[in-house]
T-cell receptor, first 116, second 107 residues
Framework: KAGVTQTPRYLIKTRGQQVTLSCSPI?????VSWYQQTPGQGLQFLFE???????NKGNFPGRFSGRQFSNSRSEMNVSTLELGDSALYLC???????????????FGEGSRLTVL | SQQGEEDPQALSIQEGENATMNCSYK?????LQWYRQNSGRGLVHLIL?????REKHSGRLRVTLDTSKKSSSLLITASRAADTASYFC???????FGTGTRLQVFP
């Protein structure tokens, strides 16, 4: 079974631009979560999607958005990039059932965004 | 603020020694998980302990959970250079992670 795939792995943008990151979960996994990791703030939860619906959201500004498609693939978008958005963005999937119980998360290798 | 907070922030030991790292959390949980992250890579799940369990083993890993103190500890026995990584705890509430413990194991 293929793992969680994130694209692109590396990208460089300039302030004010926008970026879209993609995440393909493990086949059969319906929940996808996104995290931002920076040296100063550690690993912070952005949002979680389940069956195309945002189920949980972290404390990030509205510039950060996401969506999930019917095949469970997910994208996140950051608009009007700021220098502080430079980070490793991690996606994780889980075969989370309708009961909402959280089990093991399976992470991708991340997309490293540098904002100049 | 983060739900899971790891302690210490950094730990350096020699191969063969044991490494212990701790995690504290704020609210009631159903389970707590530990993950490992090699530099710049994705996280890998190590072990999950449920709120009704006090101790769990997996190979060289031993995890304890004290719900009265809202804390957990991860013990890695007979450490190896390959154990060098950052270790994170995460609770089931939105899977909020802490800043991690950076473990360096010297050969």
């Amino acid at each position: 079974k293929a793992g969680v795939t994130q694209t692109p792995r590396y990208l460089i943008k300039t302030r004010g631009q926008q970026v879209t990151l993609s995440c393909s979960p493990i086949s059969g996994h319906r929940s996808v979560s996104w995290y931002q990791q920076t040296p100063g703030q550690g690993l912070q939860f952005l949002f979680e999607y389940f069956s195309e619906t945002q189920r949980n959201k972290g404390n990030f500004p509205g510039r950060f958005s996401g969506r999930q498609f019917s095949n469970s693939r997910s994208e996140m978008n950051v608009s009007t990039l700021e220098l502080g958005d430079s980070a490793l963005y991690l996606c994780a999937s889980t075969p989370r059932g309708v009961t909402g119980r959280t089990g093991e998360l399976f992470f991708g290798e991340g997309s490293r965004l540098t904002v100049l | 603020s983060q739900q899971g907070e790891e302690d210490p922030q950094a730990l350096s030991i020699q191969e063969g020694e044991n490494a212990t790292m701790n995690c504290s959390y704020k609210t009631s949980i159903n389970n707590l998980q530990w993950y490992r992250q090699n530099s710049g890579r994705g996280l890998v799940h190590l072990i999950l302990i449920r709120s009704n369990e006090r101790e769990k083993h997996s190979g060289r890993l031993r995890v304890t959970l004290d719900t009265s103190k809202k804390s957990s500890s991860l013990l890695i026995t007979a450490s190896r250079a390959a154990d060098t990584a950052s270790y994170f705890c995460a609770t089931d509430d939105k899977l909020i992670f802490g800043t991690g413990t950076r473990l360096q194991v010297f050969p």
